[in-house]
């Protein structure tokens, strides 16, 4: 029998088990005290505990951890075009809901997130007031602006117009000294991660020359500066010119990476530490919903004409063993909060990934992407982030999609929702 000192304690019978590492368990009891796990094993072998123990009875469904958004952008709300990340939306509006997307992404039982770029310095403070309590979200690692070169794929406006820069989606830089007087200023303002906008997006016009926007010399410095503040980088490469790139800098996170090759594979594997971020939902939104709400169709089109290159891309880097993450890009108006676990089911239904392997995306290889350490997995020592999902997600992932199945969240041994009608009892063992 064990006796508790500091925490409470939490069992979870568990119908099946997706422990993040890809495997699947069945009838299995996990328990959890304070913020951490402490066991996981069979039915009936946990050891007794001589404490108040709140019991859930998940018998008939799916216990995973906490999922991890890898790409995620918290103030994106509800836009066509690019040009609408900065206008007309204030950026107080853009706060506001920056904190709604958040609760929004918990209640889908996103435990964790790395948002790879935001409006002014919404990012930091939204993840205050998440520490703090005044709003609800996941455990969050935060970029600022996202960082892009003076004329590159952010520099939206034409140059007869100026809008305030404080207020922008992107802090634009002229060389390398420019560049490492944004990534000091961020680093004091406290971001977690420094994002690059390195390459334009498939929904852009191809521009000629160079893919990717910054010289080597200007990438390599300002990814060095970031590493020497201790912040992590992500970096929006989608080609394979921009993607060497971003490895050959020292980048962490290279994000969308939509048409990696084998060349490129080979280079990432001489820099283990760097993780490819796919995000499909994304793209796979633009084609089927973006014609019935306005979306460009040009746009459209540019992503219909690649889709198959997209889903190769991933398919490629499964087969070859290449550790992956998935994030959402979720906020615009055709891929809205919410539809943070397309990812997931696009990863089983459309590329083929077996059920615990695509979860492994967004738990325990999301979780090395976004430097969440001791998130992303269900074993013991590891942080109690934890999801019962109603059902069986091994033979139906779609049932991720919608909220209404998500019974259970748990955020560091805390249970922050619970569906109406959840057994949970609480009892003490002597």
Known sequence: MVSGDAGHWVLIRAGTLIDGEGNV???????VHGEKIVHVGPAGSAPRVADEVTRIDASQDTLMPGLIDAHLHLTYSGHLGMQQLEWPRSLELAAVSAGA???????????????????????????????????????????????SPVGGPLDLWPSSMRLDPATRLAALV????????VIREQAKDGVDNIKFQISGSTVQSKRRG????????????????????GLSTAAHA???????????????????????????????????DARLVFTLGVYDDIIHIGPSIGYPSEGSQRVRDVWERMVAAVRLAYERGVP????????????????????????????????????????????????????????ADHDADLVVVAGDLVRRVELLEDDANIRVVMKKGRIVRRISGSEIVTTTIA
């Not at 368990?25 to 328990?31: F, I, P, R, S, T």
């Not at 520490?131 to 996202?146: D, H, K, M, N, Y």
């Not at 010119?241 to 594979?265: C, K, L, M, N």
């Open 25 to 31: 368990a069945h009838h299995v009891e996990v328990l």
């Open 324 to 379: 992956f993450a998935v994030g959402s890009d979720a906020g615009g108006a055709v891929h809205p909060h919410g539809r943070y676990a397309r990812e997931i089911v696009l990863l089983v239904r459309v590329c083929g990934i077996p059920v615990e392997r695509a979860v492994r995306a967004a738990t325990s290889h999301a979780a090395r992407a976004a430097w969440l350490g001791g998130a992303g997995v269900i074993g």
């Open 101 to 147: 997307n958040a609760t929004k992404a918990l209640r889908f039982g996103y435990t964790g997130g790395l948002d790879v770029g935001c409006r002014g310095k919404i990012g930091v403070a939204t993840k205050a007031a998440i520490a703090e309590g005044t709003i609800e979200g996941p455990t969050l690692r935060v970029s600022g602006q996202i960082i």
């Open 174 to 181: 002229s060389g390398v000294e420019d560049a490492r007087r």
């Open 238 to 272: 989608e080609g394979p010119e921009a993607i060497s790139a971003a490895i050959r800098a020292g980048v962490d996170t290279v994000q969308h990476a939509s048409f990696i090759d084998d060349p490129t594979i080979e280079l990432l594997s001489a820099h283990p």
């Open 210 to 229: 160079r893919a990717s926007f910054f010289s080597d010399e200007e990438l390599r410095a300002a990814v060095g500066q970031a590493h020497d503040l």
